[in-house]
């Protein structure tokens, strides 16, 4: 019991320090920021590692972090080999292609209107077909490889980054919109200078939506058919070997290479609408 003893201590310590940042005079500074959510998760790593240890849990059930640290740094190989097959072939190369089909359809839909109330109702009824049912379809058109596990994402972020960005170009008020037709602005001038600046808010919040969506599009594909490398495929066969170290090491690599790209889809975010309100309020 001591090491369930020592990670609860370690919790009330870190709630301490916690509270004394968010006390201090520095708790708005960048690194205050930073230190609050870091505290907070090393405490919940201590704590795992502690109650696992400490109430003697199998491995096969729920292994400690170190193991799974472990297991990471002797699988080093393996791990970046599956990481390149579902991330960099299917899930990304899924999500250029889906959100970049997307935008261009929003474009369309936005400049006529029989595309919006055709396509939109279409297009909420495929989003709710589950993922389940519809990958072993994918994986049988499109083959074992990562053509179909990027079919899959493309699939899953077409149409919530549809949605946002026809939104997004709906959202200019009306009297922008009036300005624009008394300077006998184009159409084209009009999206350019108006729609798509107000459009981009609702644009970069269907791209972060799609970051997590595309990840979890490949790794679930790949549970149906994949070559012998992918995160799906490892995390499905070392389930059947009760390999669980195996597992958690591959579902925390998919777990920081998403918040990487959802940091990255932020960051871009901040830099080409920092005029907007949100922007400015985060600064």
Request: proline share 6%.
């Amino acid at each position: 019991m001591s090491w369930v003893a020592g990670a609860f201590g370690f919790w009330g310590l870190a709630w301490w320090i916690n509270l004394r940042i968010a006390a201090s005079r520095q708790a708005n500074t960048p690194a205050a920021r930073l230190a609050v959510p870091v505290i907070f998760g090393v405490t919940l790593l201590v704590l795992w590692e502690g109650l696992v240890r400490g109430l003697n849990v199998p491995g096969v059930i729920l292994p400690p972090p170190s193991a799974i640290a472990a297991r990471i740094a002797v699988s080093g190989p393996i791990l970046w080999a599956d990481f390149m097959q579902t991330f960099v072939k299917g899930a990304l190369s899924g999500y250029v292609i889906g959100c970049s089909a997307a935008f261009l359809t929003a474009l369309a839909v936005d400049r006529f209107d029989f595309l919006r109330r055709g396509l939109l109702p279409v297009g909420s009824f495929i989003a709710a077909l589950p993922i389940i049912g519809t990958a072993p379809i994918l994986v049988m058109w499109f083959g074992f490889d990562w053509h179909s596990k990027a079919a899959v994402v493309v699939v899953m972020v077409f149409f919530p980054m549809l949605i946002n960005t026809v939104e997004g170009l709906r959202s200019a008020d009306s009297m922008s919109r009036d300005l624009m037709r008394t300077y006998a602005a184009t159409p084209g001038q009009s999206l350019r200078k108006l729609r798509l600046p107000a459009a981009m808010p609702f644009v970069f919040n269907g791209l972060k939506i799609a970051t997590t969506l595309s990840l979890i599009g490949a790794i679930v594909a790949e549970f149906f058919g994949s070559p012998t490398v992918g995160m799906g495929f490892r995390i499905s066969t070392s389930v059947g070997q009760l390999a669980l170290d195996m597992v958690w090491a591959e579902i925390t690599v998919a777990a920081v290479a998403g918040s990487l790209f959802y940091g990255s889809i932020a960051l871009i975010e901040r830099a080409v609408t920092f005029w907007h309100p949100s922007q400015r309020a985060a600064n």
